[in-house]
């Protein structure tokens, strides 16, 4: 094994140490030196792959929306008119809870840190400014196709983003409450009602 070999073996062991402790004991409950116990290394390893518990965090957070992104740009590049596209995209939700599972409290517990952290707030909602672009843009795709009514595409793509957050919110606070991902879908086609062109 080359030393890059050992060195992406160790920081994969830290992310997934990590992960596993802050979904038993919560962000703030999760020490550096218990991700280092988990993983199986020396603090000294972990300073050497993560300069901080807060830049280990938001690689995880990255990493879960990385694999968001990729189904995200899969459902945009298929040959479907944009309402399918949408509609398509909120089966995602029920893949979101599957991918990040009990790592999902995390999130809250850390966005309410972000409130009280700049570097943190700005790590946070860059995702959700990146997604509502990508949303506005599919409107604006819609209208151009005739298939959507001519709408402010900003406005129609921050809906989309509230309700996908509200629906994941809700899935947290309630899990048993509702099928979270057919909620997801009948919301959207709610929306869709709205704005699609007949």
Request: aromatic share 8%; with cysteine; hydrophobic share 45%.
């Amino acid at each position: 094994m080359t030393t890059q070999q050992r060195g992406e073996e160790t920081r994969a062991r830290i992310l997934d140490a990590a992960a596993t402790g802050y979904a038993e004991q919560g962000y703030d409950g999760t020490s550096v030196a218990d991700i280092c116990d988990r993983a199986g290394v020396s603090k000294g390893a972990f300073y050497h792959h993560f300069s901080s518990k807060q830049a280990l965090f938001l690689e995880l957070l990255e990493r879960w929306l990385d694999v968001i992104d990729g189904e995200l740009e899969e459902i945009r590049s298929a040959e479907a008119a944009v309402p399918e596209q949408l509609v398509a995209m909120t089966e995602m939700i029920r893949r979101v809870f599957q991918a990040a599972g009990d790592q999902l409290p995390v999130f809250l517990e850390f966005w309410a840190r972000a409130t009280h952290d700049p570097a943190t707030w700005e790590a946070t909602i860059a995702p959700y400014r990146r997604y509502r672009r990508v949303f506005a843009e599919m409107i604006e795709t819609g209208v151009t196709e005739g298939t959507l009514r001519p709408v402010d595409p900003d406005t129609a793509a921050r809906i989309v983003v509230s309700l996908a957050i509200g629906v994941v919110v809700q899935g947290l606070l309630d899990t048993e409450g509702a099928d979270w991902g057919e909620v997801a879908r009948q919301g959207m086609e709610m929306l869709l009602e709205g704005i699609r062109r007949e």
